[in-house]
């Protein structure tokens, strides 16, 4: 059972906007890795439409199926594609310049899940870097409740299944915001997309779109990613990257301490950030293994959901 009954509070900043400043004074070549990522818009709209073609193929298949093929192959595009959108919340896709076009790109990129997402992420993705481990500001941070009642090795499995209806309820108990026109945009168009795929192919190919993002954001190998990320594996360091072969298939997004601490810079680019400063990097602790990190956290004692950094953030003026 976790001994530990609280997160981990530090009085610090968050150590990310410090290394950067050191980084860039030292390497301002890196500079020149900003900006958009051109490959980005064709990768996401292959497999959008070869999830497409996928609603096509199963629509025939018996349940035993639908639910094999949603986990093994139509779940791992859709998680992929989820990791697009954190990218595309960065306005990788367009630049800054073109906000809405990147906008409106991550709703294409989102239909493929089956539920309204992208527009929320953005909405939240954004305090998550800004207030790190704040207390109330960053919703990545389970709640008290979690930490205290999944603290067993079965609860802490069941926790992992869980992950995806963490990650939608736990903002509106955390920070609940208004609904922006974005996100009613976002849900209109996604469940437009829906029904036409009901009404053309029937009701496996909808199921087969949205099993496999609940299977596939919960107890899967691709979603080591979301304990490697931030969980306190070691006491004093609240980001891991992961350099392994799963980076294939997640736009990166293992180059977590990179990505914190040039979140601008597309997850394509990020390898090239980790070689050119690697004296920053090198040494500090990473995970060799998404498997062995959800291994570990399910069966050590000491890590559990409150094994986390929290932190007092002052809320930042909006300019």
């Given at each position: 059972r ?13 150590p ?6 050191e980084?860039l ?5 890196i500079?020149?890795l900003?900006g958009p ?8 709209s292959?497999?959008v439409?070869?999830?497409?073609l ?11 199926w639908?639910?094999f093929?949603?986990?093994a192959f139509?779940?791992?595009i859709?998680?992929s594609l989820t990791?697009a959108?954190?990218?595309i919340?960065?306005?990788?896709a367009?630049g800054?310049?073109q906000a ?11 239909l493929?899940?089956?539920?309204p997402y992208?527009?929320?992420?953005k909405?939240y993705?954004?305090?998550h870097?800004?207030?790190?481990g704040?207390d109330?500001l960053d919703?990545d941070?389970?709640?008290d409740?979690?930490?205290w ?6 609860r802490?499995?069941?926790?992992l299944?869980l992950q995806p ?9 955390v920070?609940?915001k208004?609904?922006?026109q974005m996100?009613?945009l976002?849900a ?6 829906d029904?036409?795929i009901y009404?053309?192919?029937?009701l496996k190919p909808?199921i087969?779109?949205?099993?496999g993002?609940?299977?596939c954001?919960?107890?899967h ?6 304990i490697?990320?931030?969980y ?6 609240e ?8 980076n294939w298939l997640t ?6 301490m ?7 810079i ?8 980790k070689?050119?400063a690697a004296e920053?990097?090198?040494?500090l602790?990473h995970?060799?293994?998404?498997i062995?990190v ?7 004692d ?11 953030c ?6």
């Amino acid at each position: 059972r976790v001994t530990r009954d609280d997160f981990q509070w530090v009085y610090t900043e968050q150590p990310h906007t410090q290394r950067r400043k050191e980084i860039l004074a030292k390497y301002p070549e890196i500079k020149a890795l900003m900006g958009p990522d051109p490959h980005l818009k064709w990768i996401v709209s292959g497999m959008v439409f070869t999830q497409l073609l996928a609603c096509y193929l199963v629509k025939d298949l018996s349940w035993k199926w639908i639910f094999f093929w949603a986990y093994a192959f139509g779940g791992c595009i859709n998680h992929s594609l989820t990791l697009a959108i954190h990218d595309i919340s960065h306005n990788v896709a367009f630049g800054n310049k073109q906000a809405k076009w990147n906008r409106w790109f991550a709703v294409f990129a989102n239909l493929p899940i089956g539920i309204p997402y992208s527009a929320s992420f953005k909405k939240y993705h954004i305090d998550h870097h800004r207030y790190l481990g704040g207390d109330g500001l960053d919703v990545d941070i389970p709640t008290d409740f979690e930490g205290w009642f999944f603290c067993t090795p079965l609860r802490k499995l069941l926790w992992l299944i869980l992950q995806p209806l963490f990650y939608s309820l736990r903002p509106l108990y955390v920070n609940p915001k208004a609904i922006t026109q974005m996100e009613i945009l976002n849900a209109l168009v996604q469940f437009s997309i829906d029904l036409i795929i009901y009404y053309l192919w029937g009701l496996k190919p909808v199921i087969y779109l949205i099993a496999g993002t609940i299977l596939c954001l919960g107890f899967h190998p691709i979603s080591g990613h979301f304990i490697a990320e931030h969980y306190m594996f070691l006491k004093g360091y609240e980001t891991y990257s992961y350099y392994g072969p799963l980076n294939w298939l997640t736009f990166n997004v293992g180059y977590h301490m990179e990505h914190h601490d040039f979140p601008s810079i597309p997850g394509c680019r990020l390898p090239m950030v980790k070689k050119i400063a690697a004296e920053y990097y090198d040494n500090l602790p990473h995970h060799q293994s998404w498997i062995r990190v959800l291994w570990d956290f399910v069966f050590d004692d000491t890590l559990g959901p409150y094994s986390r950094v929290k932190r007092l953030c002052k809320l930042a003026k909006e300019s």
